[in-house]
Structure formats: structure tokens, C-alpha cells
């Protein structure tokens, strides 16, 4: 069973930081791709970027390559979102989600399990 909870989103100004968690409260993480998705004010849902089982390889939209990073820690059933360079652009509902299939990329329905989500502001 997959239970992913967001934490980590906020206020925050242009040109900052911010570091969004995902916990698994599942004993599977491993076993699942990790991903992040945003829906921005009024938007449809966009990829942001995901991390492979592994962790060995990650992809990024374009919108975010450079600025945002994504990790995993397999031992704690955590995968993080990095967040460098914040624009007024990037305020959105941030998602996590997981998929068994190793490589989604920007596939929304490809990813099987969903967080709750959490809102990140920036405000210039």
C-alpha cells in the first residue's frame, strides 16, 4: 500500500528556496518511481520532473531544468523536490506521485498514487 504525504510547501519571495518532502508511509518506496506534478492557479496539472527506483537517473520540464532538483532516500521512504531560484511563475499546488513503471516521465496517468498536495507561494 502507497500513502504519500506532501510537506514542505509555503510562502516564499522570488529567488528564493524552498525543499518540498514526500513521505511513504508504505514498506514499498523502493519499488516505486517518484515524481512531482504542480497545477498552478487555474491551470491544468504540469510535470515537473520524477526519479527512477534507483534514483539513478531524473528528468525535468524544461520550466523548472536547472532551478529544481529531485532525490530519494530509499531508507527513509522519502523523495524530495529541491526548489532553487523560486519565480512568481512556479506558485502551484505541488503533487507527489509514484508509479511502478520505471520510466512515466511527463505521463500523468502512468502514475498510479497521488499525495494530498502542497501549496507553494511566491510572492515578489
Known amino acids: 500500500q502507497v500513502h504519500l504525504v506532501e510537506s514542505g510547501g509555503g510562502l516564499v519571495q522570488a529567488g528564493g528556496s524552498l525543499r518540498l518532502s514526500c513521505a511513504d508511509s508504505g514498506h514499498t518506496f523502493s519499488s516505486y518511481a517518484m515524481g512531482w506534478f504542480r497545477q498552478p492557479p487555474g491551470k491544468a496539472r504540469e510535470f515537473v520532473g520524477a526519479i527512477q527506483r534507483s534514483g539513478g537517473g531524473t528528468e525535468y520540464a524544461d520550466s523548472v531544468k536547472g532551478r529544481f532538483a529531485i532525490s530519494r532516500d530509499n531508507a527513509k521512504n522519502t523523495a524530495y523536490l529541491q526548489m532553487n531560484s523560486l519565480k512568481l511563475e512556479d506558485t502551484a499546488v505541488y503533487y507527489c506521485?509514484?508509479?511502478?513503471?520505471?520510466?512515466?516521465?511527463?505521463?500523468?496517468?502512468?502514475?498510479?498514487?497521488w499525495g494530498q498536495g502542497t501549496q507553494v507561494t511566491v510572492d515578489s
Open positions: 506521485v509514484a508509479s511502478q513503471v520505471d520510466y512515466c516521465s511527463a505521463a500523468i496517468g502512468c502514475y498510479e498514487h
